[in-house]
């Protein structure tokens, strides 16, 4: 910390702090004045069976549309949302569109192979006392069913107060709604954990899979989690899948679903139900 800098180092760290303060301030009230004139926007990425790329769901990923700077990806505006607190009131928000945007498809065409809308949701915005009231308010407004809805949430979250976490999720459970654990593997999870958390879906971070082609031993500890999961009843979702190697890779340890740019990018609502379409109508028949 500006040390040996002298008090030159000194003054520059003062106002580099000031300067840092400013700016978290603004965006505080940048992002209350969204959320209040609806800046946010939902893209939606497929999540496909890995034997023929089947679109079995999406997973919305929220944007923020910002009036001088353009569409701004999460990374520019996630974090300090969850310092803020906006992302409750964005979660919210993000929570009742996908559910309304996937119901619109569902009741478009009944027999498109979208089964579920997977929804990020933030570790502030989960512990919230009403989190399951505005989940079951967002599923009554958009006439969505329940089993439509997948819920993200992270590892990190299921670490700490996990007795109340464990009840949180059962009474979610209880809904019909059912629950993933996004990003495994970057977290100081413990695999024992797996057993006791009321989940349904792993998501294997793309980290993991980054090297699985290259690393025998990356290959040998995703083939085991895979496995594992399976013995747990749990389905798993590799993320971050860029090539076909890869797919091919995971679909010979028994992977079932994957995510990633090589099946599709996060795409505009408008887009989703013809790629559904015709990856129903000519499923890419891989498995060699
Ligand atoms: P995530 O939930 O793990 O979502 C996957 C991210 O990986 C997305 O980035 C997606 O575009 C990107 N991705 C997917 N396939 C590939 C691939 O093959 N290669 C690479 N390099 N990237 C891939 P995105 O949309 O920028 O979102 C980043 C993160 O922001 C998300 O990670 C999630 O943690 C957070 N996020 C997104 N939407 C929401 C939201 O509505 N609420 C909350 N709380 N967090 C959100
Ligand atoms: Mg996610
Ligand atoms: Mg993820
Ligand atoms: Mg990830």
């Not at 619109?104 to 997977?118: A, F, G, I």
């Amino acid at each position: 910390l500006a040390k040996g800098n002298g008090k030159g180092g000194w003054q520059r760290y003062q106002n580099d702090l000031h300067t840092a303060m400013m700016q978290r301030l603004e965006m505080r009230t940048a992002l209350h004045e969204a959320i209040e004139e609806e800046q946010f926007v939902l893209q939606f990425q497929p999540i496909v069976e890995l034997v023929d790329q089947k679109i079995s769901g999406v997973e919305a990923l929220v944007r923020w549309q910002h009036p001088a700077k353009g569409l701004l990806g999460p990374y520019h505006f996630v974090e300090a949302a969850e310092e803020s607190g906006a992302i409750v009131g964005i979660g919210t928000w993000v929570l009742r569109e996908a559910l309304r945007q996937f119901s619109q498809w569902k009741n478009e065409n009944p027999d498109t192979t979208l089964r579920y809308v997977s929804v990020n949701v933030s570790a502030r915005q989960f512990r919230t006392a009403d989190f399951a009231d505005r989940v079951r308010e967002a599923l009554a407004e958009t006439g969505a069913r329940p089993e439509w809805l997948l819920l993200e949430i992270t590892e990190s979250l299921v670490l700490k107060d996990a007795d109340k976490v464990i009840a949180d999720l059962k009474a979610l459970r209880a809904l019909g709604v059912r629950v993933a654990i996004d990003d495994f593997g970057t977290g100081y999870s413990s695999l024992s954990y797996l057993r006791q958390m009321p989940v349904d879906v792993l998501k294997l971070d793309k980290s993991f899979i980054d090297d699985i082609l290259h690393s025998r031993q990356q290959h040998a500890l995703v083939d085991a989690i895979v496995t594992l999961s399976h013995n747990l009843d749990l389905a798993v979702v590799a993320e971050g899948i860029e090539e076909a190697g890869q797919r091919a890779a995971l679909d010979a340890m028994g992977c079932q679903y994957g995510q990633g740019y090589h099946f599709a990018r996060p795409l505009w609502p408008g887009d989703i139900p013809g790629l559904a379409a015709e990856y129903q109508e000519h499923p890419a028949m891989q498995r060699v």
